[in-house]
C-alpha cells in the first residue's frame, strides 16, 4: 500500500471518526500532493519518497506556526499544531537519533579521511545522501560540524 493510499484510508477513518483537526491535516496534504503531481504533468502520482517529502514539508511549516504561536502565547492554537505534528509523524519512517547521526556520520568522515572545516561540503554531500528521509537536514549539518 502506497503512502498515499495509507493517507487516504486515514482520511475515511478521520471522517468516520469526525476527527476534524486529523481530517484537516490529512486533506491538506493531499491537496498538496495532488497539485505537485498536477504539475508534473506527466500523469504519474508521486513516489513514496516525494510523498514524504511533502509531508516532512507540511511538519516544517506547522513546526515555524507553532513557534510564532508560542511567541504569541496562543494555548489553544499550540495545542493544535503540536497535534498536527504528531499526526504528521506517523507517516514518515522512524526518524534517527542524534547518537545513530553521529555514528553514520563519523563512519563516513573516518572512511573518507575527510579531515577539517574545508571538508564539511563533502561531509554534507555523503551524509544527506545516506540519512535522506530518516533524520532532518539540520541535525546532519549541526552533527557534522560538530565532528570536524
Known amino acids: 500500500m502506497t ?3 495509507k493517507l487516504k484510508d486515514s482520511m475515511k477513518e478521520a471522517m468516520k471518526a469526525k476527527n476534524k483537526e486529523d481530517l484537516t491535516s490529512i486533506r491538506l496534504v493531499l491537496s ?3 497539485k505537485k503531481e498536477i504539475d508534473k ?3 504519474t502520482e508521486l513516489t513514496d519518497e516525494e510523498v514524504m517529502q511533502v509531508i516532512q514539508t507540511e511538519i516544517k511549516q506547522t513546526q515555524e506556526s507553532l513557534t510564532y504561536a508560542k511567541q504569541s502565547n496562543k494555548v489553544e492554537m499550540i495545542t493544535d499544531l503540536e497535534n498536527r505534528i504528531q499526526m504528521l509523524t506517523l ?5 534517527l537519533s542524534e547518537d545513530e547521526v553521529k555514528t553514520i556520520v563519523k ?3 573516518d572512511s573518507n579521511g575527510f579531515a577539517g572545516k574545508q571538508d564539511m561540503g563533502k561531509v ?4 544527506m545522501a545516506e540519512l535522506k528521509g530518516k533524520t532532518d537536514g539540520g541535525l546532519i549539518s549541526k552533527v ?3 565532528l570536524l
Open 41 to 43: 504533468n506527466d500523469g
Open 3 to 5: 503512502l498515499k493510499q
Open 32 to 34: 498538496t500532493i495532488q
Open 144 to 146: 557534522v560540524k560538530e
Open 124 to 127: 554534507m554531500g555523503l551524509a
Open 107 to 109: 563512519g563516513i568522515i
Open 91 to 95: 507517516y514518515l519512517p522512524k526518524q
